[in-house]
C-alpha cells in the first residue's frame, strides 16, 4: 500500500481537524505544513506526532519531491492560487471549500486542472456523511422513485460567538451566505437531484439583530432552481438565525418521501404512509470542523489515487458544477432578475 505524504497550506481552524483526519486514513500521513506565520516545528510535530516540516514559503514546500498531495486550509479568498500552484507542481490536491470567490478564479483553476493528471478532492464532506450516504443508497435502490422535488436548508447563525465571524462577516473574505457557509446545502441539493440545472432565482435578505450588524452583505439567501427536465430544487442559506445548527433535507418523489432521517417509501410493504420510519444514520447537526467526516472522505480520496481514478462524489468537476450555480444564484439575488446557467 502506497504512502501517501501530504503537505498542508495554513495552520488554523480547519488544518487542526484535517491534519488529525489525515493521519487516520489507511495511506495518508502529514509530513509538511507551509504558514505565514512562524511555528516552531517541534512543537508542531508533538501535537500531530510523526516528523513534519514547517515552510514559510510555498514554492519550496511545492517543490518538495517527498510530497504526493496538498491539503488547502487557507482563508477561502486565499484557495485559488495554491490550488493552480500545486496543480502545476504536480501535486494532487485537497482543497477546502469554497474553491473560489469569483467566476474568474474558478474558471482558472479549472484552467490549470484541464490537462492535468492530478486528483483532486473538495471538501463538501457533507456528502460523505452518513446521513447522505444512507440518502444516496435510498435513492439509488428506487425507494423514492423519481424525484420531482427537493429542498436542502442551511441554518446555523455565525455571529461574534462564532471562531470564523472575525473575518466572515466581510465580502471580501467570505463572498455570500452561500459561498460563505450554505454552499453545503446547495452542494447537497445537486447530489439528490443530479441533472443539469439551468435556471436559478434567488432572493436574499438581512436581520435586524445587532448580532449581525457587522455583515456587508445578505446574511440569508433563498433559492430556486430549475433543472432541464422540469424537476424543481430549493435551497435557503441562513446564517443569520438565532437557534441549533439545522440542516433540512426534504426529498419528495413518486414512489415516496424523505425529511431529515425519516422516510416513507410505498415500495416497502405495508407502511402505514400516515408515519415516518427512521434512518438509523448521524445527523449533519454541526458546523465544527472536528465533527465533519473528513476521515471518511479523505480515506476515499487515497483509495481513488491507488486506483488511479477521479475522487467520488466530490472531486473538482463536481465542486464546480455546484459553483456555477452559486455564482449564478448571488448574481440573481444582486440583480432580482432569474439567471440563466
Known amino acids: 500500500m502506497k504512502t501517501y505524504n501530504v503537505g498542508v497550506v495554513g495552520h488554523g481552524w480547519v488544518a487542526s481537524a484535517h491534519i488529525p483526519a489525515i493521519n487516520a486514513t489507511s495511506q495518508g500521513r502529514v509530513t509538511a505544513i507551509y504558514s505565514n506565520r ?41 484557495h485559488s492560487r495554491p490550488f493552480i500552484a500545486a496543480i ?7 482543497v477546502e471549500k469554497p474553491l473560489a470567490l469569483n467566476p474568474r478564479e474558478l474558471e482558472a483553476m479549472a484552467a490549470a486542472l484541464k490537462y492535468s493528471e492530478s486528483k483532486t478532492c473538495v471538501c463538501f464532506e457533507v456528502r460523505f456523511s452518513s446521513q447522505f450516504q444512507s440518502i444516496h443508497a435510498l435513492l439509488e435502490a428506487g ?3 423519481s424525484v420531482h422535488f427537493a429542498e436542502v436548508d442551511y441554518y446555523h447563525g455565525i455571529g461574534p460567538w462564532y471562531g470564523q465571524f472575525r473575518w466572515a462577516h466581510k465580502k471580501s473574505e467570505a463572498g455570500s451566505s452561500l459561498l460563505s457557509a450554505g454552499c ?4 447537497a441539493l445537486l447530489m439528490v437531484m443530479g441533472g443539469e440545472p439551468t435556471e436559478v432565482t434567488s432572493y436574499a435578505t438581512s436581520s435586524k439583530s445587532p448580532h449581525f450588524a457587522l455583515y456587508d452583505f445578505p446574511t440569508t439567501q433563498i433559492s430556486l432552481v ?3 427536465d422540469g424537476r424543481i430544487g430549493k435551497t435557503t442559506s441562513c446564517i443569520d438565525c438565532i437557534q441549533p445548527y439545522y440542516f433540512h433535507t426534504h426529498i419528495v418523489g413518486s414512489e415516496g418521501s424523505l425529511l431529515d432521517n425519516r422516510f416513507h417509501s410505498q415500495k416497502l410493504g405495508m407502511l402505514d404512509k400516515n408515519k415516518w420510519s427512521q434512518l438509523s444514520c448521524a445527523p449533519v447537526d454541526s458546523g465544527d470542523v472536528k465533527d465533519h467526516p473528513y476521515q471518511t472522505q479523505f480515506q476515499a480520496f487515497f483509495d481513488a489515487l ?3 481514478q477521479e475522487m467520488p462524489f466530490t472531486s473538482f468537476h463536481h465542486a464546480y458544477q455546484s459553483h456555477k450555480l452559486i455564482f449564478a444564484a448571488d448574481k440573481s439575488a444582486a440583480t432580482g432578475r432569474p439567471v440563466k446557467l
Open 88 to 94: 502545476k507542481a504536480g501535486k494532487h490536491v485537497i
Open 184 to 187: 453545503h446545502a446547495m452542494d
Open 143 to 145: 425507494l423514492l422513485g
Open 38 to 78: 512562524a511555528l516552531d516545528a517541534s512543537t508542531v510535530c508533538a501535537k500531530y506526532g510523526g516528523d513534519i516540516k514547517v515552510y514559510n514559503d510555498l514554492s519550496a514546500m511545492l517543490a518538495d519531491k517527498t510530497l504526493d498531495a496538498i491539503s488547502i486550509c487557507s482563508f477561502p479568498k486565499d
Open 306 to 308: 491507488d486506483a488511479n
Open 226 to 228: 430549475k433543472f432541464k
